[in-house]
């Protein structure tokens, strides 16, 4: 988890292992209410095209870009298949490379 996470999550009351409660001060009862939730507080705050599996994607690109392996990307996202994580790690690479390579002929005179 990361820190600020960590931080912000251990500075209120929890009820069992839920982090995020209801309106009503519950946990969500099923994953679909909470994305549900999660939806209404992005469309409220003007966040337009944001969902919790867009947050999620985000953060795999991060630890993509940050060099982290498909296995590593699999346990922080809970992945049950290395193929899920690779399509990250794949995207990267490439981006990578691609860089690489244009760097490769900056010097160039054209």
């Not at 498909?70 to 860089?99: C, D, F, N, W």
């Amino acid at each position: 988890m990361a820190p600020p996470l960590r931080e912000a999550i251990t500075a209120v009351a929890r009820i069992g292992k839920a982090y995020v409660l209801n309106h009503y001060g519950n946990p969500f009862k099923t994953s679909d209410s909470y994305r549900n939730w999660f939806r209404k507080q992005c469309d409220e705050a003007g966040l337009m095209n944001c969902s919790a599996h867009r947050v999620r994607k985000a953060l795999a690109e991060l630890l993509a870009e940050e060099r982290c392996s498909e296995h590593q990307i699999m346990a922080v996202l809970s992945h049950s298949q290395p193929t899920t994580s690779s399509i990250y790690t794949k995207g990267a690479g490439r981006r990578a490379l691609a860089a690489e390579a244009m760097r490769s002929i900056s010097g160039f005179v054209w």
